[in-house]
């Protein structure tokens, strides 16, 4: 019974594979459309001749200081009135060592995308934009098999385990591998979701940094530069032995005890030997 059962399982694993990559073969076949972005749809439908872009946008722009909290909440603000959702932000306010700074990464529709992107140059000077594309088409095209084949796997297993005809081990056997296919599907179904969401939407990221202020140098500049220097430079120079002479210090309260104790020690030693 037991290798019965074994031999039905592994049928049914093999037909379930075996349309699997009929389907997938079938939809690699389909030629490639001009459209970036392609959305999931059901096998045998128009939409399998498209092919799934994972669109990236990175924008760097040049704004006051004054104004970037603001510039940075407004991007964020607009970005909820559309079909986008913020994925990070991080807005950094100026210290002694940096300057503020901010960032954003969001994902949009591709119709909304040229709002989001308006609304963006709006805030500040766009010195850089970088456009990055990725083909997923086979990744997708793969999982989707996947599924199809751990899914006809599953209604299998779950047609076997009603047979009335099979044993209490043989039911607990095909519980076991039930539940390890839905495992399986439930994890492919999670992935098929990110790639889902990865070439469906647009991600775009934008970066607002400080534009500097250029001063007229005059010709007592490098003069106070100097000073400037080397008042950093005397600093330095009094942190350093400052230190020394902490370390040093303890180090010399031993150094006169000994000399002390050998004073001593040879004055004794020379009294006896009168």
Known sequence: MNRALSIMLIVVALVSASCSRKMAMMTDRTEPSAYPIALYAAPGSAADSRR???IRHKLEILS???SLPKSWESVIDFCKTIRCEVLASRLTARTREFSASGSIVMRVAPEDFAKLFAQAEKQGNVVQHTTESEDKTSTVVDSEAKLRNLTAYRD???AMQGKPSLSVKDLVEIQEKL???QSELDSETATGKILANETEKIAIEINFRIE???KRQSGLTPIWDAIRDSGS????SLATLIMVVVAVIPWLVVLVLALWLLRKLWRKRRGKIS
């Open 212 to 214: 500097r202020q250029s």
């Open 233 to 236: 430079n005397l600093g330095e």
């Open 52 to 54: 799934f872009i994972a």
């Open 64 to 66: 006051d200081e004054a």
């Open 156 to 158: 299998s297993l779950r």
């Open 179 to 181: 539940s390890e296919v």
